[in-house]
């Protein structure tokens, strides 16, 4: 087992380290898997005092936001109405919105959504103010706690990888903690292409146009 007193750069034997099997529910629990996964003990607070956790919780929320950057079936919200400000016809954005676009159905071509300076920028016609409601598709993110599990655990895995190149670089802890990987994310794509509601031609929703999203691209992004 490594020893972790002094600097978080340590070396430890694989045939002593436990790795993670558990599903975790909580930050706390993500943060002891991956700290079993570098061979560190477990800890009963998220003390950011400490230098291993410290690395480890910000390693876990840098990734959980990566991964629902890429936009899945449980953080995506199609058709969702925005009201602009009565006063201000601005509309405010949420602190959890990650991106938007404008519905195409309801839209077309009439916006070009962004999110800018804490408000809805419409590209297209250079304004931030809105006469009207707009129909937007949202990109939510979540605490980790209201992931859905699939998703927490390949977060998790994730974020133990990169822990494992910071905090110990051995090649054969990363090859080891990348194959955990795979496996947490090929469940999530199988997750995925049942939840999504995808046809053959990117249909879904009962929608008649094609969407460029579609589960098989998740294969190939890393």
């Given at each position: 087992?490594?020893?972790?007193?002094?600097?978080?750069?340590?070396?430890?034997?694989?045939?002593?380290?436990?790795?993670?099997?558990?599903?975790?529910?909580?930050?706390?629990?993500?943060?002891?898997?991956?700290?079993?996964?570098?061979?560190?003990?477990?800890?009963?607070?998220?003390?950011?005092?400490?230098?291993?956790?410290?690395?480890?919780?910000?390693?876990?929320?840098?990734?959980?936001?990566?991964?629902?950057?890429?936009?899945?079936?449980?953080?995506?919200?199609?058709?969702?109405?925005?009201?602009?400000?009565?006063?201000?016809?601005?509309?405010?954005?949420?602190?959890?919105?990650?991106?938007?676009?404008?519905?195409?159905?309801?839209?077309?071509?009439?916006?070009?959504?962004?999110?800018?300076?804490?408000?809805?920028?419409?590209?297209?016609?250079?304004?931030?103010?809105?006469?009207?409601?707009?129909t937007a598709d949202i990109l939510w993110f979540w605490d980790f706690q209201y992931l859905p599990p699939g998703i927490q655990a390949?977060?998790?895995?994730?974020?133990?990888?990169?822990?494992?190149?910071?905090?110990?670089?051995?090649?054969?802890?990363?090859?080891?903690?990348?194959?955990?990987?795979?496996?947490?994310?090929?469940?999530?794509?199988?997750?995925?292409?049942?939840?999504?509601?995808?046809?053959?031609?990117?249909?879904?929703?009962?929608?008649?146009?094609?969407?460029?999203?579609?589960?098989?691209?998740?294969?190939?992004?890393?």
């Open positions: 087992m490594g020893d972790s007193s002094g600097s978080p750069f340590f070396y430890l034997h694989l045939t002593d380290m436990p790795f993670p099997t558990n599903a975790a529910s909580t930050e706390l629990d993500a943060v002891n898997q991956i700290l079993s996964s570098v061979g560190q003990a477990p800890v009963t607070t998220l003390d950011l005092q400490n230098p291993e956790v410290f690395t480890a919780v910000n390693t876990l929320r840098e990734q959980s936001k990566q991964v629902q950057l890429e936009g899945w079936s449980f953080n995506t919200e199609r058709h969702y109405v925005l009201t602009p400000d009565t006063s201000t016809n601005k509309i405010a954005v949420p602190s959890n919105m990650l991106a938007i676009d404008a519905n195409v159905p309801k839209h077309q071509d009439k916006y070009d959504l962004v999110l800018r300076n804490g408000f809805v920028y419409d590209r297209q016609n250079h304004t931030d103010t809105f006469t009207k409601d707009i390949y977060v998790t895995a994730k974020a133990a990888r990169m822990c494992a190149t910071k905090m110990v670089g051995d090649a054969q802890l990363n090859q080891l903690l990348q194959e955990q990987e795979a496996t947490t994310r090929a469940a999530v794509i199988e997750e995925e292409c049942n939840q999504g509601d995808y046809s053959f031609f990117g249909f879904r929703d009962g929608d008649n146009y094609y969407t460029s999203y579609q589960p098989f691209q998740a294969l190939s992004r890393q």
